[in-house]
C-alpha cells in the first residue's frame, strides 16, 4: 500500500494550489482518504476527508469554504483543490487511508509522505 502527496509549492495569500494524493496497492473505490497537516511547531491537525460509499466530504472549519476535496477512482487519485489559501496554511500536507472519514489519525492505518505549502508574500 503506498500513497504519495504531491503538488506543493509556495503561493502567495489568496492564491490557488491542488494537491494531488496517488495511491497504489489497494482499491481506492474501498477506502476514505483523509488530508491532515502539520505546520512548525504545531501537532498535526485534521483537514478533510472523503468517504468510500458516496464520496460525502467533510471539513475542518479551518478551510471550509476554501477546500474541496475530491476523487477519481479510475485514477486512483485523490484532490485537494486549496483556494483563498492564507499564511496560516502554511504546513506539511499528508493524505491518509482509512475506512472511514474521521477526524482522528489513530485511525489511519497508511500515509503518504507530505508535502510541503508555503503562503507568503
Known amino acids: 500500500v503506498q500513497l504519495q502527496a504531491s503538488g506543493g509549492g509556495l503561493v502567495q495569500p489568496g492564491g490557488s494550489l491542488r494537491l494531488s494524493c496517488a495511491t497504489s496497492?489497494?482499491?481506492?473505490?474501498?477506502?476514505?482518504i483523509g488530508w491532515f497537516r502539520q505546520a512548525p511547531g504545531k501537532e498535526r491537525e485534521w483537514v478533510s476527508c472523503i468517504s468510500s460509499s458516496d464520496a460525502s466530504t467533510y471539513y475542518a472549519d479551518s478551510v471550509k469554504g476554501r477546500f474541496t476535496i475530491s476523487r477519481d477512482n479510475a485514477k486512483n487519485t485523490v484532490y485537494l483543490q486549496m483556494n483563498s489559501l492564507k499564511p496560516e496554511d502554511t504546513a506539511v500536507y499528508y493524505c491518509?487511508?482509512?475506512?472511514?472519514?474521521?477526524?482522528?489519525?489513530?485511525?489511519?492505518?497508511?500515509w503518504g509522505q507530505g508535502t510541503l505549502v508555503t503562503v507568503s508574500s
Open positions: 491518509a487511508e482509512s475506512f472511514h472519514c474521521v477526524v482522528v489519525m489513530d485511525d489511519y492505518d497508511y
Open positions: 496497492g489497494f482499491t481506492l473505490d474501498y477506502y476514505a
